[in-house]
């Protein structure tokens, strides 16, 4: 079992920037892939980024250049640099672990971005 939980969510004018966190309850050097998915009203989840143990990333189309995913694993935490946010940026940022041919999800954070 992996228990994740997100922070750092909040309200942020187009081109700012946020850190999400996303703090797991095991040691993460186990756990193979960690990622970042978000969902918009109205849309589907829809991968952002993720990041293997080797630390290879990958990321959406939309947020290259933009979102910096990084692990921690020595406190355990994932996190999401997100800068030049833009509207089409809002949505709740979900993080993700795939371990033990499991999929484990966090509560979820929001984020705002106005224009």
């Known amino acids: 079992q992996v228990q994740l939980v997100e922070s750092g969510g909040g309200l942020v004018q187009a081109g700012g920037s946020l850190r999400l966190s996303c703090a797991a309850s095991?040691?993460?050097?186990?756990?193979?892939?960690m990622g970042w998915y978000r969902q918009a009203p109205g849309k589907q989840r829809e991968l952002v980024a993720r990041?293997?143990?080797?630390?290879?990333?990958n990321y959406a189309d939309s947020v290259k250049g933009r979102f910096t995913i990084s692990r921690n694993n020595a406190r355990n935490t994932v996190y999401l640099q997100m800068n030049s946010l833009k509207p089409e940026d809002t949505a709740i940022y979900y993080c993700?672990?795939?371990?033990?041919?499991?999929?484990?999800w966090g509560q979820g954070t929001q984020v705002t971005v106005s224009s």
């Open positions: 095991r040691n993460i050097f186990s756990i193979n892939i």
């Open positions: 990041i293997t143990r080797a630390e290879t990333t």
């Open positions: 993700n672990a795939w371990w033990g041919g499991n999929d484990y």
